[in-house]
């Protein structure tokens, strides 16, 4: 067999890493380009969200044009070549890669002085029944999650001015176990900052915008539900880098402006009203 018949032998795509997608959803596509010296690997980001693509390859007498594993971060809408393959020394050569991906971005900061609003209308005041780094949940990529009691049908507003990255509200139960983690509706906006803040347990067809919207701070974006791994009706939000459903994910603690003044720290059992 010659060398250019074992250009690219035995590629293997695995996509894992979205959160709470229905069966065949996909918003990155990796395509292999083929070329005479080599392969570009192309990524295709379809979302209105920046995706993080962590890159695995293996084979034998190949060189590539970053170091492996490779780490990218895929603007929304667009299409990006990631990693260049080529033969070394014009030997028989063959690869395969793998992949994860996530929703954000990996390299996003929060920025440390800016306050958000609490993500309920102005005037109405909500327990938080788990906090940062809460006993039940709240560990690892959800440590710096709030949780709020709140009833279904309440709306939920944005703590802060950005694009709606991701929408789902097609799911319509939800429990305290685990066949109900991938069944939560929620709402992903995308921050000037390249942050996401996540809204989850949204109701059934409860979400009053779009993917590619733009919303401002406090616009009413939908309503509170009871959907996914919930034991009761409440609002789970959170600031991120990149979300997953694994704890991978990367969540950062943030400021909000309340009626009680600005917090640092919003504590368990407490009741905070919105400004």
Not at 59 to 76: E, M, R, Y
Not at 99 to 125: F, M, V
Request: glycine share 10%.
């Amino acid at each position: 067999m010659k060398n250019k018949d074992l250009l690219g032998l035995g590629v293997i795509l695995i996509v894992i890493g979205f959160i709470h997608l229905t069966p065949g959803q996909k918003w990155l596509d990796l395509v292999q380009q083929k070329g005479r010296n080599g392969d570009t690997i192309i990524a295709r980001n379809r979302s209105w969200s920046d995706l993080t693509v962590f890159l695995e390859v293996t084979g034998s007498n190949f060189n590539t044009s970053h170091p492996i594993p490779l780490k990218a971060v895929i603007a929304p809408h667009t299409e990006t070549p990631i990693l260049r393959i080529s033969p070394r020394d014009n030997q028989a050569w063959s690869y395969r890669y793998t992949y994860k991906s996530y929703w954000g971005n990996i390299n996003a900061r929060p920025d440390p002085i800016l306050t958000y609003d609490l993500p309920y209308p102005s005037g109405s005041g909500f327990k938080v029944i788990q906090s940062y780094n809460g006993s039940s949940t709240h560990k690892l990529g959800d440590t710096y999650c709030i949780d709020f009691v709140m009833p279904e049908g309440t709306p939920v507003c944005a703590a802060r001015e950005g694009t709606v990255a991701m929408v789902e509200d097609s799911f319509n139960s939800g429990g305290y176990h685990e066949r109900f983690r991938d069944m939560a509706n929620f709402i992903h906006i995308r921050h000037a900052d390249r942050t996401t803040a996540i809204y989850v347990h949204l109701k059934w067809r409860g979400a009053t915008v779009q993917p590619g919207q733009w919303v401002a701070r406090g616009q009413v974006i939908g309503y509170s539900g009871n959907t996914g791994y919930s034991g009761s009706p409440h609002l789970h939000f959170g600031v991120f880098t990149i979300v997953s459903p694994f704890f991978e994910g990367k969540s950062f603690p943030v400021k909000f402006r309340t009626g009680q003044g600005t917090q640092s720290l919003l504590r368990e059992g407490d009741t905070y009203t919105a400004l």
